[in-house]
């Protein structure tokens, strides 16, 4: 039976990412072995979306993302774009040391 999920960051910058995840978002962990922090999260969800293309993405997802982007905010994370209405959600993005953008949204679905 599936009991969870487990997602990676694939960066250019490992111990930054780790630092940021660990420092900047407030995820908590464990070290897995020689520093390989494993990021705990509350809860998760997938869903499948049509594409000309096969990929996979990591989003995060809040249930107030004006209070969550303050809360980063005053821990140093730089928001790449204001929060965007969207029909599905409120969204924004912030960038992963060495791993690019990632969204942040609070979804309108339960």
């Given at each position: ?31 897995s072995g020689g520093g390989w922090l494993i990021f705990d999260v509350a809860s998760a969800d997938i869903g499948c979306h049509p594409s000309d293309r096969a990929y996979h993405a990591v989003s995060f997802s ?49």
């Amino acid at each position: 039976m599936i009991v969870g999920l487990h997602g990676l960051f694939y960066t250019t910058d490992p111990e930054a990412a780790r630092a940021f995840l660990r420092d900047k978002l407030g995820l908590p962990s464990y070290d897995s072995g020689g520093g390989w922090l494993i990021f705990d999260v509350a809860s998760a969800d997938i869903g499948c979306h049509p594409s000309d293309r096969a990929y996979h993405a990591v989003s995060f997802s809040c249930d107030d993302i004006d209070a969550t982007v303050a809360e980063m905010s005053q821990r140093g994370v730089i928001f790449n774009q204001p929060v965007a209405e969207e029909d599905w959600g409120r969204v924004t993005s912030f960038d992963l040391p060495g791993g690019g953008p990632i969204p942040l949204y609070q979804p309108k679905y339960k």
